[in-house]
């Protein structure tokens, strides 16, 4: 491996045209700014921004991501880029006055990964590189301080040997903790020189064993590496798989800092911390933060000692502190948002190494937001672009009252699922089945290192989860997120012992029947027993934001609710009317399916009509139900649209119960009944029931369906209308191709309609239009419109029958698809712009071009996501359609987008 290379003559002349790879900072002054983090990546912009600012940042460079970019494609970096590193590493050594890794007085380094978003899984910060066997015993000597150089020596061989040269942590662990208990201490900080010294040659050892070479001692050399392995991590899977879900460009890169080290571990004026200028969970306006004395790097956060609130350093170095607030509230004036940001302490001087945008929880978004407005900070308009329009869910979860009792948080995980859960731990499935009782009525906390489908009853009755094991898409989090239940996962500080039902987590053992508090929405895990609150929209910031930003919205928003509850919740999440109620739903019910079965499996038009004749009454009630929540809102129905075995019970499962009949009751009533069942379930059997037998073919092939449902909707209509309560119904044909099926069943309807009018002496007003969820029917939509008054795009077929990808088992090819760059995106979570949606745009031109104001809106699971409701938005839709849990993220996406426009046609007065 070389070290970096001198420059070669000629490159002098050259140098005006070439690209700048790298920009120093320090000295007051930076060749960056704040604003360059697509160069300078976030962290790199952040540190030159802070000294242009004239904050006291330890000086350094940054190579910018075009470097990267090049090391991806060419496996290597250009002379130029090691030109410039060697230029600009003699500046900051000029500026020091020190040299790297050599003299009296060594330069040391930090060498920091860093891109425009900030990324876990690359690779992890290595301090005090240009240590080695010589320089440790300058440091030594120029510190006075023996201890500390050896301790900054082995972090580096630790951390060098871990990230550069891929040795596991574990090698190096199990060296220190044995020193650890050779020498009898439990902290780090207890090591004498000595210890430290034996532990640098264990090392050393661990080096050579496991990278068959020995630790590069050429400070150079270190440096060349290290910049190569930030770049390499680039494009780990942990990284990779981050940017995928995330849909962060595989192509950004990454930059990398070089930075001259300041050392928190010079003894008990020393101290490193990390801290928000806000309370991110809450958003409350308070100093919010945990530092460490005498400690480096990333001992705050890794759990090996227990930090201390920022505020007692208030008490322990009261200028430092002084000066630590004066320099984050002008950051957070600067930045006019909240502060994310770490800082060392040498010898009692105040360092700032890094400062960014602070992640928050939606509750904190929403109130960071309105009072950085009140503040004067950041204008209205401003503010509701400050929340993620899918954090709103945060609203809908319960949440810990956290003003009740002292909060005492043991651990951080990942925030897996969101909400809130208090109960006593378990450590088993079955335990937690046993202890939660009947109706659930005490709660549990199930704890596991990790859990598999085994668990799934244990969850089930569980009031939360926490793992100390997995990430995001752990089985934990996936479940419990399906099941919208708190989860907090990977819990790393946590070890679970379910052998001894015990579990360790800050020198503290908790056993079964310990409460536990878990807040699915930070992620963090609280001794014992808060009080929860309930989730409500009424929340007055939350209305306050809302107040500010629905003023921009353009297009409505409804929801998808198929009985009276859903629309009513959905109601008060602010839904403007139902925009899909699939009335299958309402045969899946117990007392039904039986009326359902006997309607399918009758083989001719008579015995159909008269279980449908029973069907009716109950369909009618449904209606009733769902026009008297909605109150004159518009609730859009539509007909009967799954394969009709759907209802039917399995081919196999009734194969096997003949089977046993036969062996057992050959002659039973029974047993005859089955084998009829079993012809006609065979009859109805497709081999592809998606492109089958469903949608309108059903109301085309047995139209008494469709007389049926017609009627329930007009009687139901009729009837709340004679109450006096407002109607509003669209009538919604499914699985429309052609204008001939919309003629047809849009015909019965209407002659439904006016028999019931005149049987009950009632008019009533509606639509009779479709959904557009058909490749063909969007290209056919100037026809569909003759017959259609309203199009719903039904974007979920619509992107299965585009792709050709079923639905229920993409997953099989996605995940290849996602890796390999192929598809972006899944196209069932945010919709597809360039196919489905291209195709969408031609349905509403065309079906426009036949009736300019047909009304056009989206029911698929797109409705919901707030990219796909931008994109509603832009091609003129008149409504989405969403689960009501989605209405508050759809409204505020609607209005962003709408907002957009409107402050880009003013001059762009946002981002
Ligand atoms: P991350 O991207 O994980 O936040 P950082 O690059 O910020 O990683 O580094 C983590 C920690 O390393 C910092 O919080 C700081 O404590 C320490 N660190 C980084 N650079 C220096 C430096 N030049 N001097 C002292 N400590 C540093
Ligand atoms: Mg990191
Ligand atoms: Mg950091």
Not at 419 to 430: N, P, S
Not at 438 to 459: C, Y
Not at 508 to 513: H, L, N, T
Not at 883 to 907: H, I, N, W, Y
């Amino acid at each position: 491996m070389a070290t970096i290379t001198l420059p070669e003559a000629g490159i002098q002349e050259s140098k005006k045209t070439a690209t700048k790879y790298v920009y120093s900072f320090g000295g007051g002054k930076a060749d960056g700014h704040g604003k360059m983090k697509d160069d300078l990546g976030g962290k790199g912009a952040g540190l030159a921004e802070m000294t242009n600012a004239g904050l006291p940042v330890p000086p350094g460079f940054t190579i910018q991501t075009e470097a990267c970019r090049e090391f991806m494609r060419s496996g290597g970096v250009s002379k130029e880029v090691d030109r410039q590193t060697e230029e600009a590493l003699a500046t900051l050594e000029a500026l020091q006055g020190q040299k790297l890794g050599t003299g009296e007085n060594p330069l040391l380094v930090s060498v920091r990964s860093g891109a425009k978003f900030s990324m876990p899984g690359m690779m992890d910060t290595i301090l005090n590189l240009g240590l080695n066997d010589k320089s440790v015993e300058s440091l030594a000597k120029r510190s006075n301080n023996p201890r500390f150089a050896a301790d900054s020596y082995r972090r580096l061989i630790q951390m060098f040997g871990n990230v550069v040269l891929e040795i596991p942590k574990r090698a190096f662990d199990e060296v220190f903790d044995a020193k650890k208990k050779q020498k009898k201490t439990h902290l780090d900080t207890d090591l004498d020189a000595k210890a430290l010294k034996e532990v640098i040659e264990e090392y050393k050892k661990v080096v050579k064993k496991h990278a068959k070479r020995d630790f590069p001692q050429d400070p150079h050399e270190q440096l060349v590496m290290a910049r190569d392995a930030v770049f390499r991590s680039w494009q780990n899977d942990r990284a990779k798989h981050y940017r995928r879900i995330n849909n962060i460009d595989d192509m950004l890169g990454t930059a990398v800092n070089v930075q001259a080290m300041v050392y928190g571990n010079l003894g008990e004026t020393s101290g490193t911390g990390v801290g928000f200028t806000r309370n991110p969970a809450t958003g409350a306006k308070e100093f919010y933060g945990e530092f460490l004395m005498n400690a480096q790097g990333e001992d705050v956060v890794s759990g090996v000692r227990t930090p201390v609130p920022i505020l007692e350093l208030q008490k322990i170095m009261p200028d430092v502190y002084n000066q630590l607030r004066e320099i984050t509230t002008r950051l957070e004036k600067h930045y006019k948002d909240m502060q994310d940001f770490e800082f060392t302490i040498q010898d009692g001087k105040l360092y700032m190494l890094q400062t960014r945008n602070g992640k928050r929880t939606g509750r904190a978004a929403v109130r960071v937001a309105i009072q950085m407005v009140d503040e004067g900070l950041i204008s209205k308009e401003e503010a509701i672009f400050r929340v993620e329009p899918n954090q709103l869910y945060d609203f809908l979860v319960p949440r810990l009252d956290e003003k009740s009792t002292k909060v005492e948080v043991l651990a951080t995980g990942l925030p897996a699922s969101p909400g809130a859960a208090v109960g006593q731990i378990v450590f088993t499935a079955e335990d937690a089945v046993k202890k939660a009782g009947h109706d659930r009525k005490n709660p549990v906390i199930l704890v596991r290192a990790e859990t598999t489908p085994e668990d799934i009853q244990g969850m089930e009755v569980a009031a939360g989860i926490l793992t100390s094991r997995g990430g995001m898409t752990s089985h934990a989090a996936v479940v419990t997120r399906g099941m919208g239940k708190c989860c907090v996962a990977g819990a790393g500080d946590i070890q679970v012992d379910e052998r001894a039902g015990e579990m360790r987590v800050k020198g503290q053992v908790f056993r079964e029947g310990d409460w536990l508090s878990l807040d699915g929405t930070s992620g963090r895990v609280i001794k014992g027993k808060l009080n929860t609150l309930e989730a409500s929209s009424d929340d007055a910031d939350l209305q306050k934001l809302m107040g500010w930003a629905e003023p921009f919205r353009k297009i409505g928003v409804r929801a998808n609710a198929d009985i009276p509850r859903d629309a009513i919740q959905a109601k008060t999440f602010g839904a403007e009317g139902i925009g899909l109620c699939r009335t299958e739903h309402m045969f899946f019910a117990e007392d039904r399916i039986p009326h359902m079965r006997t309607m399918i499996l009758a083989n001719n038009e008579k015995d159909r009509r008269i279980a449908l004749k029973k069907l009716l009454p109950m369909q009618r009630a449904d209606f009733i139900g769902l026009f008297k929540a909605m109150a004159g809102l518009p609730v859009t129905i539509r007909l009967l649209d799954p394969p009709l075995h759907e209802f039917l019970p399995k081919r196999e499962e009734l194969m096997v119960e003949i089977a046993v009949l036969e062996a057992t009751k050959p002659r039973s009533s029974k047993l005859k009944e089955l084998r009829t069942l079993l012809g006609r379930v065979e009859e109805l059997h497709e081999f592809n029931p998606m492109l089958g037998h469903r949608g309108c073919r059903l109301g085309i092939t047995y139209p008494e369906i469709t007389e049926m449902q017609a009627r329930a909707i007009f009687e139901a209509m009729v009837a709340v209308d004679k109450e006096g309560i407002k109607t509003h119904a669209e009538v919604m044909i499914p699985l429309i191709s052609t204008v001939k099926e919309m003629a047809n069943q849009g015909a019965i309807v209407r002659r439904v309609a006016e028999e019931v009018f005149k049987e009950k002496g009632r008019h009533v007003h509606y639509l009779v239009g479709t959904m557009i969820e058909l490749p063909r029917a969007c290209l056919v939509a100037d026809e569909i419109a003759k017959e259609a008054e309203f199009f719903s795009f039904g974007t979920n077929d619509l992107t299965q029958t585009t792709f050709g990808f079923s639905r229920d088992d993409v997953n099989k090819v996605l995940p290849t698809y996602l890796a390999e760059g192929i598809l972006k995106q899944d196209p069932f979570a945010a919709i597809d712009r360039d196919g489905v949606g291209e195709l969408v745009r031609i349905g509403i031109e065309r079906g426009r071009k036949t009736r300019p104001k047909l009304e056009v809106g989206i029911c698929g699971e797109h409705g919901g996501d707030p990219s796909s409701v931008e994109f509603c938005h832009q091609v003129g839709m008149d409504y989405v359609s969403c689960s009501p849990f989605r209405v508050l993220t759809a409204r505020l996406a609607a209005a962003q987008a709408g907002a957009s426009d409107t402050l880009k046609l003013e001059g762009g007065r946002t981002k």
